[in-house]
């Protein structure tokens, strides 16, 4: 069965802290790897990934994808409390789209 | 981007009884999606809602109970239909223009069941 594991499930840090969320998959036929941001009802669009060892970047988020290793990581550098939220790892396939159970992130002033 | 409204925004109904939540996009989108996201948990995909055909239901999810209607490519309709507290959740609808990739949520229906 196709999975998605988000790790650590909890995280809190301080401003300007450095984090790293990891992502795991096991899916047949893949076909890309996606991140979301959730603070309240609806998850928000970060990264589109499908091919290994690129990294996208948007300001002060970097994820990058390892196919071989079936794995993602979001980076967030010089974390704000505005970065406060679940972050959603989904892998796509040609079958469907699983979402992991995220990762709760919390920046403290 | 698409910027997606959905209506109502929450409700609280009785047991036995339906609800019918909408879903608009403001601009024509080839994907239209319904998860649902129980308390503490993650999404799960529904159903992808397919303009002028029947909706293809993911696993454990069957249309008697969830059906879905697509007329046209900015605007879908999930009912929950029969509903129990087990339905309580946050009904969350997406679109997207390329497979399933890049989606764009709506705020989200939060539906309690009493």
């Known amino acids: 069965e196709d999975k998605v594991v988000q790790s650590p499930l909890s995280l809190v840090v301080h401003e300007g802290d450095t984090v790293t969320l990891n992502c795991s998959y096991e899916?047949?036929?893949?076909?890309?790897l996606l991140w979301y941001k959730q603070e309240k009802k609806a998850p928000t669009f970060l990264f589109m990934l499908?091919?290994?060892?690129i990294e996208k970047k948007s300001g002060r988020l970097s994820s990058i994808l390892d196919k071989k290793e079936l794995f993602s990581i979001l980076n967030i550098t010089a974390t704000q409390t505005g970065d406060s939220a679940i972050y959603l790892c989904a892998v796509e396939s040609f079958r469907d789209m699983r979402f992991g159970a995220g990762t709760r992130l919390t920046v403290k002033p | 981007s698409a910027v997606i409204s959905q209506k109502p925004s929450r409700d609280i109904c009785q047991r036995g009884t339906s609800l019918t939540i909408q879903c608009q996009v403001d601009?024509?989108?080839?994907?239209m999606f319904w998860y649902r996201q129980q308390p503490g948990q993650s999404l799960t995909l529904i159903a992808t809602a397919n303009q002028g055909s029947e909706a293809t239901y993911e696993s454990g999810f069957v249309i008697d109970k969830f059906p879905i209607s697509r007329p046209n490519l900015t605007f879908s309709t999930l009912t929950v239909s029969n509903m129990s507290p087990e339905d309580s959740s946050i009904y969350l609808c997406s679109a997207g223009t390329s497979g399933r990739g890049e989606q764009y949520f709506g705020p989200g229906t939060r539906l309690t069941v009493t």
């Open positions: 601009s024509q989108v080839t994907m």
């Open positions: 499908t091919s290994s060892g």
């Open positions: 899916v047949t036929n893949f076909r890309s």
